[in-house]
């Protein structure tokens, strides 16, 4: 897996480059889909619920690179959480006011899904850092002067 490094004051880490994440690649590709399909709809619905599609789709990408390079995960996950809740609501609106097909509604919902299970796997293994961490807080040994 390609990393790289960053330092924040003393402590060196490393984190995954944001590009090799299973659910980026996955949020990455149904944006694409998601541009695709916003040009094919009709006037009417193309600059109203598909233009918040896509802007919501945009913000969930961002929101995985933001978390991927935050030490506070959790509130950027909890974030793209809320904008896939808001696609599946934009999405139905679309199949509802019959501006795709109930196929594309299925293609994309079944991309909806498999993005859904990454990110829940990915909040409860940051929360399983938590509570490690708060467990076994981390003691710095200081140097008494003399």
């Known amino acids: ?45 193309k600059f109203t619920i598909g233009t918040r599609l896509f802007d919501s789709s945009v913000k969930w990408v961002q929101g995985i690179i933001v978390a991927n390079g935050s030490e506070e995960k959790l509130t950027s996950l909890r974030m793209v959480g809320l904008e896939i809740e808001t696609m599946w609501t934009f999405l139905r609106m679309l199949y509802d006011f019959k501006g795709i097909s109930r196929g594309e509604f299925q293609i994309i919902s079944e991309r909806l899904g498999e993005v859904a299970p990454q990110l829940s796997a990915w909040i409860k293994w940051e929360k399983e850092q938590l509570k490690g961490a708060a467990k076994n807080p981390v003691t710095i040994n200081k140097k008494k002067d003399s």
Request: hydrophobic content about 35%; aromatic content about 14%.
């Open 1 to 45: 897996m390609n990393l790289c490094r960053a330092e924040r004051g003393r402590e060196k880490f490393f984190m995954a480059r944001y590009s090799h994440l299973p659910v980026y690649k996955s949020c990455y590709v149904l944006t694409r889909e998601i541009f695709r399909l916003q040009e094919k709809l009709p006037k009417n619905l």
